[in-house]
């Protein structure tokens, strides 16, 4: 199984745990290889041309699997070179923000951001849902600075855990 | 992540993996982009409860194999999954980390073809959206 991710993060080992259970399933293990690189678009590159005989497969992602599509000039057909087995889990998003700001709830977040006279400060992962953000940032008539972010590293899932709290 | 806990940035959109920051009282949570309050967070309410329906958009895992694979190989691999997700430990484990398995009926190739390609026409929609927006 192609993880087209870097090891580490909570997509992997969500694909980790899901492996492990195929396994079970099939009778025999799952090798996992983390192929990441250009958003996922290497590993997903690696599985378009394995051979076609049900022992290479891909824990993919809207990311990886649509989304670069946006983003990349790509080797290879993004719906005609894959083939769906299924989908495994949605994964949501949260909107966080730091303790500090006055807002109680969304309305008075997005009050606070339409009085304010300086821009709030959206961190945003790119490829990582920038409809969310952006469409907020549209709402608010652009109240909203977004501060682009390296993409999730190991450490982050670390962070997720509450293992550690900082990592450089 | 850090850098909100340290009051860099303002607000961030992540996953639902992080939500055990909210608890070390750096963080809060406004709002959930899922069709339901997650089991994780009970008190977050989801952006459609809060009057903005169009925030119901979630990422997503899936599994997938070359072109050509025969038929009959794809539905034993996609009986391993379904039998993978019907573990409640496994799903247990999964929330966890973000991720909320979909319910069996959805658990098939058609349902995952369908699903990508309604994630590309909606890419492209916001794509046109987003230029357009552009003066």
């Keep these: ?168 | 992540m850090q850098d909100l806990a340290a009051g860099r940035i303002d607000f961030l959109f992540e996953t639902a993996v992080q939500l055990p920051f909210t608890r070390s009282g750096n963080i809060k949570s406004y709002a959930v982009t899922s069709d339901a309050r997650l089991m994780q967070a009970p008190d977050t309410p989801t952006f459609s409860e809060m009057g903005l329906p169009s925030f119901s958009y979630s990422g997503w895992t899936a599994m997938f194999a070359p072109k050509n694979v025969p038929k009959e190989i794809i539905d034993k691999l996609n009986a391993a999954v379904v039998e993978a997700l019907a573990d409640q430990g496994l799903r247990s484990r999964l929330a966890d980390l973000g991720l909320e398995v979909y319910p069996r009926e959805r658990q098939t190739p058609e349902a995952l073809n369908a699903q990508r390609k309604a994630a590309c026409r909606q890419m492209v929609a916001d794509h046109q959206r987003a230029s357009a927006a552009i003066p």
């Design chain 1, 1 to 168: 199984m192609i993880l087209p991710i870097a090891a580490g993060s909570s997509s992997d080992v969500g694909g980790r745990l899901v492996a492990e259970r195929m396994g079970t399933a099939l009778g025999r293990p799952i090798i996992i290889e983390n192929v990441p690189g250009a958003d996922g678009s290497i590993g997903v590159d690696r599985v378009a041309r394995a051979r076609p005989d049900g022992y290479t497969i891909e824990f993919g992602s809207l990311t990886a699997n649509v989304l670069n599509g946006a983003f990349y000039s790509l080797s290879y057909d993004l719906l005609g070179d894959l083939t769906p087995i299924s989908p495994v889990a949605a994964a949501p998003y949260v909107l966080y923000a730091k303790a500090s700001l006055p807002a109680k709830d969304l309305k008075e977040l997005i009050a606070w951001l339409r009085g304010k006279s300086q821009q709030g400060v959206c961190g945003r992962h790119r490829g990582h849902l920038p409809h969310a953000d952006g469409t907020l940032s549209e709402r608010n008539r652009d109240p909203v600075h977004p501060c682009p972010l390296s993409r999730l590293s190991p450490g982050n899932a670390g962070l997720g855990r509450g293992s550690h709290r900082f990592f450089v």
